[in-house]
Structures are given as C-alpha cells and as structure tokens.
T-cell receptor
Framework: DAGVIQSPRHEVTEMGQEVTLRCKPI?????LFWYRQTMMRGLELLIY????????DSGMPEDRFSAKMPNASFSTLKIQPSEPRDSAVYFC??????????????FGEGSWLTVV | KQEVTQIPAALSVPEGENLVLNCSFT??????LQWFRQDPGKGLTSLLL?????REQTSGRLNASLDKSSGRSTLYIAASQPGDSATYLC???????????FGTGTRLKVLA
C-alpha cells in the first residue's frame, strides 16, 4: 500500500487566500485524523472522522477551518481566509479501527503551509 | 484534561551509549500508549505500542515500558547509533476517547 498520501507537500500563500489540503487514507482504514504541528504547541488534533462522518471537531481552531470527507478515500481540510498564524505542518493520519483496539496510527508526510 | 510531558526536550549523546527517554501523563486511565519517531521534514513512524494491560514492548534495540498507575513510560534505546537521531514522541489514548494526545517530544542527536 502507498500509505497515507497528502497534497500539496508545500504551499506558500498570501494572507486572506483560501487554502485546501488533501488527504488519501490507506485503503480499508475507517478512521481519519487531521493534526497540526507547530513549534509552540506541538501536535494538536483538529478533527477526526469515522466512516466518513466527523466525530470530534473540538480541536478545530475557529470557523475559518473546515474539513470534509466525501468518501472513504478522500478528505480535505480548508482554511478560509488564511492568516499568518495558520502557518504549520498539517498531518493526515488513518487507522483501520478504533484507537482503543490497539491499532497503530499511520501518518502522511504532511503539508507544510506558510501564510505570508 | 490529559496532558503529556516529555523530558528531556533535547538530548545529545555519543554513539554507543544506552539512553532513556521519559514520558509522563496526567490521567492514568488510558487504553494504550505509543512511541513514535519523527525525522526532519517527515511524518511520524510508529515504534512501539503498549496496551493498558501490558508492562512493556520490545523491538530490536528499543524497549518501552509502561507504569500506568504512576502515569509514566520510558523508551530505552540500547547501543545508540547516528541513525537514531530524530525526534521521539509519545502519545496516549485516554479511556473514553478515541484520539491520541501527543507529548512535545525529545529531540535526540547521536554523535558519531
């Protein structure tokens, strides 16, 4: 399997622009997670889905952030409008089953976002 | 609210040393704890997963232990090598939740 695939790998955008990050989870994985990593705050969970349904979005920072999972093989994280403080690495991850079942979690290589 | 702390934040050792990385968590009611490795510019790779009923897990030169009651885990790396240089993160899944909470990581540098 190709693993979790994220795009774009790097993006530089101007403040106020819309940013869309994309993720393809590992085939057959029922859970998908979006994390954000910064030097100041480390890795933070933004939202996770189970069978394409958002389960916990309590980590989404504000209304400028939205995430969708229209089908089992694709998810997007959108920031509109973007701000410089959104600059971070955004990771997508997936697992075959619930994390309390002892499953490991597989991460993509991240999308490095810089908002200028 | 679960909080995960890792000490030290950074560590530099000569090649061949045995070393211990520490992870502590505030809520001992966990399903499992996992150690990850992150190389610069890369995602996270799972190293060892310890379920709540287990005390330790081993893989090659790595050994992770879990003391749930005291809220602590250690990652032991034997005979360290320059290729072990990376950031090591621990994460826990608290009972009643289905998500990992990550520590801030230990940045390890092994000198040749």
């Amino acid at each position: 399997d190709a693993g979790v695939i994220q795009s774009p790998r790097h993006e530089v955008t101007e403040m106020g622009q819309e940013v869309t990050l994309r993720c393809k989870p590992i085939s057959g994985h029922d859970y998908l997670f979006w994390y954000r990593q910064t030097m100041m705050r480390g890795l933070e969970l933004l939202i996770y889905f189970n069978n394409n349904v958002p389960i916990d979005d309590s980590g989404m920072p504000e209304d400028r952030f939205s995430a969708k999972m229209p089908n089992a093989s694709f998810s997007t994280l959108k920031i509109q409008p973007s701000e410089p403080r959104d600059s971070a690495v955004y990771f997508c991850a997936s697992t075959p089953d619930s994390l309390n079942s002892g499953n490991t979690i597989y991460f993509g290589e991240g999308s490095w976002l810089t908002v200028v | 609210k679960q909080e995960v702390t890792q000490i030290p934040a950074a560590l530099s050792v000569p090649e061949g040393e045995n070393l211990v990385l520490n992870c502590s968590f505030t809520d001992s009611a966990i399903y499992n704890l996992q150690w990850f490795r992150q190389d610069p510019g890369k995602g996270l790779t799972s190293l060892l997963l310890i379920q709540s009923s287990q005390r330790e897990q081993t893989s090659g030169r790595l050994n992770a232990s879990l003391d749930k009651s005291s809220g602590r885990s250690t990652l032991y790396i034997a005979a360290s090598q320059p290729g072990d240089s990376a950031t090591y993160l621990c994460a826990v899944v608290t009972s009643g939740t289905y998500k990992y909470i990550f520590g801030t990581g230990t940045r390890l540098k092994v000198l040749a």
